[in-house]
């Protein structure tokens, strides 16, 4: 028993969302990163793909700040709104909200007690999830509605139903208190046309703070989108046409607002295939609402720079310069393929277009201020990043290199590059200007993506670089150059014939300590293999069979995502000769590995950095001075973060999330190998039980019916002692426990 305990304090694997920066990382944001002549201001953010934002009070000031939900990923960026009316990035509120998934969330007060609400999708877009802001002297959610549906006259209830591209409306569009909603939907047999769906809440309880919805009109605006190609067309609403015509194309955005003080709302709306907004005018009211087509801004706001944001538009009505009128933020809303050889549809740079409103609420006046508001301030290289330090102008210092991923966007091509930032600081700190956003010219090589990693191959004083593609393959970049002026010419493609199908992840690092560099390659199954360089200092010599293939028997793709980068370190810890992996996965978890005596032997993660980031990479630095690394975290969102070690925490000791009690326990845990397992879910489907060993082996996978979820018997009398991770996945989202067979 001794020895287990021993063992649960050592090798405690911190998974999932409850455990945030152990070790003792922190984000920092205070290194400087200058474009031209502007110092971001949150440069270590990590970027927008795909941002939904909404007003909310973050830290309960009384001002508004702002939540964006990133479809890409479906994650979080909060901004907080200073006393100077500037903004700064909240890295931590994140984990006081609930997690939230699905193609839209939009922060709305439905109960009228001036806290706003979220309405989100629920599980596969069916219904909405309603969360109420309970908020007192902390931010503070509780789910009050899952899979919100509405009723209809004569007929079953529907769910809320929002095609994976669009964007709902939600707004009190009957002017009773209360908030309705409206979507593109089809019922019976309507084609894909506007649904106005009423909030019965006033009408039945004299409040606004119950969640009663009817269809009251089916043919709102007697408008639908065309089938074959962008754009809207009149539509009798004739509910007998044929079943051909309920087809849709692409899908839509749609906002809410009085265009022209005729105190009837009109929508703004993003197409499929066209990256401008378009306005639809009402001429009724609004609920028999009928739409001129005639009136409609094809290229919104025509009276002043169109919005030009690949693909879907959409428009986010909220205060951004505090002064009390809504403004407009518009972003793409469709999310990107993220590869060469798929249709892309978001430039994922500069994404959020900010118009100030100069008219009024009712008479707008939206007039362009900034391209890339919030995206703009942030160090964002597009759509994913691979980070990579070396000192390329040979002062020194350690620059930033980052790779991207090559993308088609609408309109034209963006194949990948590497973007250069000069260490223009001091040995104590960092700081980064921008030199060069296509580093080598790698953009004429049309490669899928880019993750480099440097290295003097060759003696010669300065360094080469090696990158990673998608293709599975290695390229080696030979440095023709100077130490001061690296100059990089492709010496060997497909180098040394290492071949990983998919694809590859390069970090060179003398492993052996023999003085010359190795290359350890991650992979898209969550693998990393060892080739050792069996050359001189002069002459690498690198075999296409690696010498440790598979590398400690680690395969995360299970149970983290897989397409894994690794850091090898020996300064993570005050020693500073420990060796230490870290190894990236695509859920946002980072395994840590150490410190390791035999590189050779089985590895075991010791722990974990989570991070709220999808198909993350990772490097590190010494930026202080300190023999210490700063850990640099690339995703797929374009950004980085960047943490610094700010407090010693024994390896395995998790921070736990107060406030979210873990999804899964087992009982009892340590067992001979009968464990009851008990999985607190408000879905009532069935489940994907994975069980894997520590190595991230399979052990089992089966579906669990919805009954069986609360008291399941699972039985590994016949496997192995030892550590095991169980994983349930239910309702597009994960969750993990730890057991122990003894």
């Known amino acids: 028993m001794k020895k287990l305990i021993c063992l649960l304090s050592i090798m405690l694997l911190v998974i999932g969302a409850q455990a945030q920066f152990n070790l003792g990382f ?24 795909n941002p939904q934002f909404s007003s909310l009070d973050i830290n309960l000031d009384g001002l508004n700040d702002f939540y964006a939900f990133d479809r890409d990923g479906e994650i979080t960026r909060l901004f907080v709104r200073e006393a100077n009316g500037k903004f700064s990035s909240d890295m931590t509120s994140h984990k006081l909200l609930p997690k939230l998934d699905g193609s839209f969330v939009l922060f709305r007060d439905y109960d009228g007690d001036g806290k706003k609400d979220i309405f989100s999708s629920g599980y596969n877009n069916f219904g909405f999830d309603v969360h109420r802001n309970i908020s007192d002297t902390l931010l503070k959610f509780d789910l009050v509605k899952s899979n919100l549906t509405y009723s209809r006259l004569g007929a079953s209830s529907l769910y809320f139903t929002v095609p994976g591209n669009d964007l709902p409306a939600i707004d009190d569009f009957d002017g009773d208190g209360d908030l309705d909603v409206l979507v593109q939907g089809q019922v019976d047999l309507t084609p894909f046309v506007l649904l106005y769906v009423e909030n019965l809440s ?26 074959s190609q962008t754009g809207w067309t009149e539509y009798l609403c004739d ?14 955005s749609l906002t809410s607002l009085d265009l022209n003080n005729d105190r009837i709302l009109d929508i703004l709306t993003g197409d499929s295939y066209s990256p401008f907004l378009r306005s639809l005018r009402n001429t009724t009211d609004n609920v028999d609402a009928v739409i001129d087509l005639s009136l409609s801004d094809t290229v919104f706001p025509n009276y002043n720079q169109a919005a030009i944001v690949p693909n879907i538009p959409a428009a986010y009505i909220e205060d951004v310069d505090g002064d009390g009128v809504n403004d407009m933020l518009v972003a793409p809303n469709q999310l990107t393929d993220g590869a060469t050889s798929f249709f892309d549809t978001s430039i994922t740079k500069e994404v959020d277009w900010y118009y100030r409103n100069t008219g009024t609420n009712l008479n ?79 953009k004429t090589y049309g490669y899928g993506y880019i993750h480099p990693t440097f290295g003097d191959l060759d003696y010669d004083g300065d360094f080469d670089m090696v990158i990673g593609t998608d293709q599975g393959i290695l390229h080696l970049f030979r440095n023709d150059g100077t130490p001061q002026s690296p100059s990089f010419v492709l010496d060997e493609a497909n180098y040394a014939g290492i071949n990983y199908d998919l694809s590859t992840h390069p970090f060179l690092f003398d492993l ?137 925490i024994a390896v395995g000791i998790a921070e736990r999330h107060a406030q979210s009690p873990p999804a899964i326990q087992v009982f009892p845990n340590p067992s ?71």
């Open 202 to 227: 006033m009408d039945l309880y004299g409040t606004s703070d119950s969640l009663d919805y009817r269809l009251a009109n089916s043919c709102w605006g007697q408008v639908r989108e065309y089938i």
């Open 364 to 442: 707008p006046t939206f007039e362009l201020e900034t391209e890339g508001f919030f995206s703009g301030e942030m160090i964002d290289v597009g759509a994913r990043s691979f980070p990579a330090t070396v000192d390329l102008n040979g002062d020194g210092l350690l620059d930033l290199v980052v790779g991207n991923e090559g993308y088609t966007i609408y309109g034209g091509t963006a194949p990948a590059c590497l973007t250069y930032y000069e260490n223009v600081g001091d040995t104590n700190t960092a700081a980064y200007l921008l030199q060069d956003e296509n580093l080598g010219n790698l």
């Open 512 to 648: 052996n300590l023999d003085g010359i560099l190795d290359i350890i390659v991650g992979d898209f199954y969550g693998r990393f293999h060892y080739h050792e360089n069996a050359g001189t200092p002069e002459e690498h010599d690198f075999s296409m069979n690696a010498t440790l293939f598979k590398m400690g028997n680690v395969q995360t793709f299970a149970t983290f995502g897989g397409e894994s980068s690794v850091y090898f370190t020996r300064h993570l810890d005050s020693i500073g000769t420990n060796l230490y992996i870290l190894q990236s996965n695509a859920d946002g978890t980072i395994l840590v590995y150490g410190p390791i005596s035999d590189y050779a032997a089985p590895l075991t993660p010791q722990d974990s950095l989570v991070f709220d980031a999808t198909l993350t990479s990772i490097t590190g630095a010494d930026l202080y001075g300190d023999f210490r690394d700063e850990l640099i975290i690339g995703q797929r969102t374009g950004g980085l973060f960047m943490t610094t070690r700010a407090k010693e």
């Open 26 to 49: 922190k984000h920092i944001n205070h290194i400087p990163v200058i474009h031209g002549n502007d110092t971001l201001d949150f440069p270590w953010a990590g970027g927008l793909n």
């Open 672 to 742: 001979s190998g009968q464990f009851n397992i008990s999985f607190n879910t408000r879905f009532n489907q069935p489940a994907t039980l994975t069980v894997m060993d520590i190595s991230g082996s399979l052990v089992s996978s089966k579906q669990i019916r919805p009954n069986e979820l609360k008291n399941y018997q699972l039985d590994l009398r016949e496997s192995t002692n030892g550590m095991y991770i169980i994983s349930i996945r239910q309702n597009g989202s994960q969750h993990w426990a730890r057991l122990i067979k003894q």
């Open 239 to 252: 509910t007998g046409r044929s079943v051909s015509e309920r087809q849709r194309h692409g899908g839509s």
